[in-house]
């Protein structure tokens, strides 16, 4: 027994390993495809898109966005803002008290009027942050710092943009030409706000490279971190994670500063962000995940904004920084969903069932993600939709080939079998027949049931006819004896009074001796039925009809229920007759195997046994509902086929 189950087992990994090996191909080719960055794309888009989706946030009230506008400078009338418009701006910004002011303007070189003004400003504000650009361009060019501030009020305005264009990182600090170590003005910004109140700037614990403030560390970007691959990953960078809604931050003009039109709670212990809001400034940034005024674009400062305001959620709000898994756990990950789409396959037959369950881990693994990245996780999600869909889609192909194989070929088989059964019965009973014809057509006195034998003759070679028709698949005729066929495609319930009508005009012993008939044909509910179904539900009751007929002994009256009663659908057939002792003969089909034993009893036993009943019940399986056969009362016999009016999902 052991040796058995051992040898099952075998066989059906070996079973497995064969039906799933397309299936792991899939995998490795979409884990191949990852590796080379043909993924990336893909990944960065729904990267953003997931980022994009989030629920609105409040507004972050500890940042104050000052903008300089298209009206400020049509006011000022000169481009660049000169030098004494920014000092003035700062002087009463200083009135508010804030805590930190970020001036993301470049000043190098002096911008008349003004300049002395300004450097005087910067000279006696020891928290304002100026900005320069630390990192060469493709011409070499770098963008000094405002000379007047001492550099740990400097931070740089760099930004690390991906291969479509689109900030996806914050730069939070780098080697500049010179090989001196510099830092963002956001990192500036929220050291300088955290250091207020008594948070430190840290050397990271897990990874001593990183930063951290108190007990939160700022998670580096590496060069293949979620779906990048093979990134620039110099400097200390971290993923961008940006505050969503359409009001992350409150931004005030420049003329409302100059006029006064200000709350001063709005400024004071805040950090406040100075910078240009003008599209002739051009001071853009694309990202796909923030809504801005053009499609992908927003301004400079608001981006600085964001990268402020995640140090500084993080630590005060404990508000997610965005990590990545190991590279080791991101690709078990797809694996997994990998193997869940060949097993769909495996336990699911039917290609709706697969279509079904692709859709309902497709769905999965999206919300799966789209959850994980509100708590701060970045985790594949296109690999794991490539390796599901398809999966699934070879999986229905190849169901949908074999459907149709196993369709042709049990049709063959079918055919041959009927070839064989009518030449084996026309070798044999036939010829037989003929041979009783032949001498009872010579007697000088035919006998009487020599018309009863031709009409046999003639049904038997009917029969064969009409077999073979409905041997061809979705037939769309129901043959009935000799003579009469159905249409198919007519409504249910006429189909079933006309097998009715046709079965009692047989000449069955047990169908003379009716003298009541109730009957009732309602409209059935057929949509979910396809032909060789109703061609069935007609074979049913003809059969069982034939049944009463041929065993119902003294049977008088005859109900015939074809309806809906509740949810389901039904055809019953009663009678009041006296039952049969079965022989060693096998009834029919539909006979529903009607083997009964002569009792005293008026309410006898049935047998239920038999090929009759169980094609039944396979017709019932089919269905999705139920054959029973019981007593009368107070006696003969019910045979009922009930199956549900509306289609179920799993059949």
Known sequence: MKRDRWQAVKAGVTTWGRGALPGVMVIVAVTMARLTGALQFLELVTFDRFLRLRPAEPMDERIVIVSITEGDIQRARTYPIPDREIADLLKRLQAYQPTAIGLDIVRDIPVEPGNAELTSVFRSSKNTIGVEIALPDRSGFTVAPPPALPSEQIGFADAVLDADGYQRRSLLGAHNPQQEYRFSLAIRLAERYLAARGIELGNGIRDPDAKRFGSIELTRVQSNSGGYVGADAGGYQILLNVRSGTMPFRVLSLSQIKSGQVNPDWIRGKIVLIGMMSFSAKDLVSSGAIAGINPGRIYGVEMQAHATSQIVSAVFDGRSLLRVWADAWEYLWIVAWGLLGISLGRFLRSPWKILFGLLVASVSSIGICYGLILMGWWVPIVPVLLVLVLNGAGLMAALFYRHEQELRLRLEERQFAIEQTFNAIHSGPLQTLVGILRSAQEQATPPPFLPELQRLNQELRAVYGSVQREAIADEPHLRMGSAIELALQAPLHELL??????????????????????????????????????????????????????????????????????????????????????????????????????????NPKLQPSGLGTQLAKNLAKQLGGAFRRYPNQPKGTVCELTWPAKRRWFW
Do not use: W
């Open 497 to 602: 009074y006309k097998v009715y009508c046709n079965t009692l005009e047989q000449e069955l012993p047990y169908l003379k001796t009716l003298k009541f008939k109730i009957v009732q044909f309602d409209p059935l509910n057929t949509s979910h039925l396809r032909l060789e179904h109703k061609r069935a539900l007609c074979r049913f009751l003809e059969e069982a009809l034939c049944n009463v007929g041929k065993h119902a002994i003294e049977a008088t009256r005859l109900t015939v229920i074809c309806t809906q009663e509740g949810d389901l659908q039904v055809i019953r057939v009663a009678d009041n007759g006296r039952g049969k002792q079965s022989q060693s003969e096998t009834l029919s089909l539909a006979a529903m195997d009607r083997e009964r034993e002569i009792t005293e009893d008026p």
